[in-house]
């Protein structure tokens, strides 16, 4: 029974895209995509599992950092295309770049002179991707 | 100077997804679409617009509901390919359905038999999209 599958608005690709969102903290840690079997992973494990677009392959995050989304709640958007996961982030850190989440830049400045400042530490400075 | 937007990597369609967040409640509210000229208004009128892909139009969110989202911080994500904006949601509806937040739906039910399940009520019956 995947009819709850076939109700995502899959894009051209067979992908959507999934927030991930802190269930603690309530900041959005990273935005990834899913294929149907990724969704269909993170819902048989209970951890965020995305499809890598760069390496086109399933990916389970933080199978090499440990730093895994533990999934307490799966939802989906009005238009059915669009995925938000409540999760637990292992570790404190969602980002590869080694900070708690991965929209750690901000706008900001006078109109006309907006530049993207990074407003998050590297907590752990990362091996590797 | 746009050297802020140039840093956006945008799609081959020229669009970048744009999470917005409730500043005071934290919610996840909305999922869409934003290309250069969108993201530019954003930031020049304070209230996020958005690009219609149904559409194919410019669309300033709130402009026929009175449900705009005021603007007040945008961020960026590691790979510069998604948008998060933090919002103060007016009248406390930002999905079209008239419910607080699109991501109306929870995945509920035992292995083999999932279901999406509505959590939240309609607020105000909209009376047009």
Chains 1, 2 share one sequence.
Not at 4 to 14: I, K, Q, T
Not at 53 to 62: A, D, V
Not at 74 to 92: N, Q, T, W
């Amino acid at each position: 029974m995947n009819k709850w599958l076939d109700e995502v608005a899959w894009n051209a690709e067979g992908l959507v895209p999934a927030i991930a969102q802190d269930a603690t903290t309530g900041e959005v840690l990273t935005l990834a995509w899913m294929n149907r079997e990724a969704l269909t992973r993170t819902l048989e494990i209970g951890h965020a599992v995305y499809w890598s677009r760069s390496r086109r392959e399933l990916w389970h995050k933080g199978a090499t950092s440990g730093h895994f989304q533990r999934v307490l709640e799966i939802r989906m958007d009005c238009d059915a295309d669009a995925i938000l996961l409540r999760v637990e982030s292992v570790g404190g850190i969602a980002c590869h770049t080694g900070r708690r989440r991965c929209f750690y830049r901000r706008l900001e400045g006078e109109p006309g002179h907006q530049r993207w400042i990074a407003t998050e530490l590297v907590i752990e400075v990362p091996r590797r991707r």
